[in-house]
């Protein structure tokens, strides 16, 4: 490969290898697009001490630097993208580790790795928000997905025992929140009266929906977020795989590489979340794209507070398999107020799973980059 690992021009050429597009002709479905991945493996792994666990929880993040800054931004160089796509690993025990990562890219036919203040406003005129209600719907797919965490934002079943949602759910930049080392998951079941189950006969109708949570086993942050918090780079790596400490026997949504706005049916996402709002209902809301750059989606679906950590999704043709799908393309995580022609203009924004973070995200969930190929 052209390039050497220390200059732009090799990420360069790494991203455009990596997220090139091949769509199939399909006319008249959105058809999920093919991509050749890259692969993220661990290099080394060190103990660090344990946090103080000091941090408040921010239910939002914000960010001075639109799109036209974002578009605007140097792309990382090799050593740079090391050094952000590298993480943090938090365990129940309070103990964290630091685990350094490498960047490949598999060529055909290879079967190993080669190569090296203002007052936020977040609803945009109706509130076009809608609250989902009932068993039957918030029992089921995809609604059954969206889970609550205890430190108050929303996150996405992914796989048996994995959660993603955003970073500064968990840790502001700096430390961890208060209650992380804690954490907890909370999935929606029906509340009965007189102590009789769901599969009761003589239940009688739920009389309201409760919370039923199960520990966190660990949880993964990337150097990107804790590192580049405190400046425009910072929310471009606003997510975190959290690992459950047992399964939790619901269908979950695979993650996927998000496809450009262009490609996405209607140019439109949707995502549901615990807007803190609407306490204890759960939030389903749709939109379209209105700007993207390559690690975030601009979008004015409404939000409040708690909806960070939703698992932005889109539902499109899978070719291989004849059938429709719906795949987590990003990770809902705040608010920005950008300039627009000198006039401030706001958008609710996504971190979009670029190819290097969709290979990272399934190493976490996988343990191994074979089954992270397909993206």
Known sequence: MAGTPGHPIFLLLLLCAVGQVSPYSTHWK??????????????????????????????????SCGPQCHKGTPLPTYEEAKQYLSYETLYANGSRTETQV??????????????????????????????????????????????KLSTGC???????????????????????????QKLRVGFLKPKFKDGRGA????????????????????????????????????????????????????????????????????????????????PGNLVYRFCDVQDETYDLLYQQCDAQPGASGSGVYVRMWKRQQQKWERKIIGIFSGHQWVDVNGSPQDFNVAVRITPLKYAQICYWIKGNYVDCREG
């Not at 050749?36 to 929880?57: I, Y």
């Not at 796989?159 to 929140?177: N, Q």
């Not at 400490?245 to 262009?262: E, L, N, T, Y």
Request: charged letters at 25%; hydrophobic letters at 30%; proline letters at 7%.
């Open 30 to 63: 959105p058809t999920w697009p093919a991509y050749r991945l890259p692969v993220v493996l661990p290099q080394s792994t060190f103990n660090l001490a344990k946090p103080d666990f000091g941090a408040e929880a921010k239910l939002e993040v914000s960010s």
């Open 102 to 147: 490498g960047i490949y890219v598999l060529r055909s036919g290879e079967g190993q790795p080669s190569g090296k203040s203002r007052r936020k406003r977040q609803i945009y005129g109706y509130d076009s928000r809608f609250s989902i209600f009932g068993k039957d719907f918030l029992l089921n797919y995809p609604f059954s997905t969206s889970v």
């Open 154 to 180: 929303t996150g996405t079943l992914v796989a048996e025992k994995h959660v993603l949602t955003a970073a500064h759910c968990i840790h502001d930049g700096k430390t961890y929140v208060k209650g992380t």
């Open 199 to 278: 599969n009761d006969s003589r239940s009688a109708l739920p009389e309201k929906m409760k919370f039923q949570w199960i520990r966190v086993k660990r949880t993964h942050v990337p150097k990107g977020w804790i590192k580049g918090n405190a400046n425009d780079i910072g929310m471009d790596y606003d997510y975190a795989l959290l690992e459950l400490k047992k399964p939790h026997k619901r269908k979950f949504m695979k993650i996927g590489v998000s496809p450009p706005a262009k490609q996405l049916p209607g140019g439109r996402i949707h995502f549901s979340g615990y807007d803190n709002d609407r």
